[in-house]
């Protein structure tokens, strides 16, 4: 979400500037399949990485 906010403006003022350089409107197209792929293997990742070590912490100290 914080990648996001930060690069809207960036992509806001790139479109404006292709317009007037162009002279024609520029459409503003987001693939959001991709976007929520990418956040949902982002997420995945993250479980995996935050509960695998814990998972392994919690075994050994009931050995």
């Not at 979400?1 to 024609?24: D, E, H, K, Y």
């Not at 520029?26 to 990418?38: D, K, M």
């Amino acid at each position: 979400m914080l990648g996001a906010l930060v690069a809207l403006p960036s992509v806001l003022g790139i479109r404006a500037g292709l317009s007037g350089t162009l002279g024609v409107p520029v459409g503003l197209v987001v693939p959001w399949p991709a976007v929520i792929g990418a956040v949902l293997g982002c997420l995945a990742l993250g479980l995996v990485a935050s509960v695998l070590p814990a998972r392994r912490a919690l075994g050994e100290g009931r050995g």
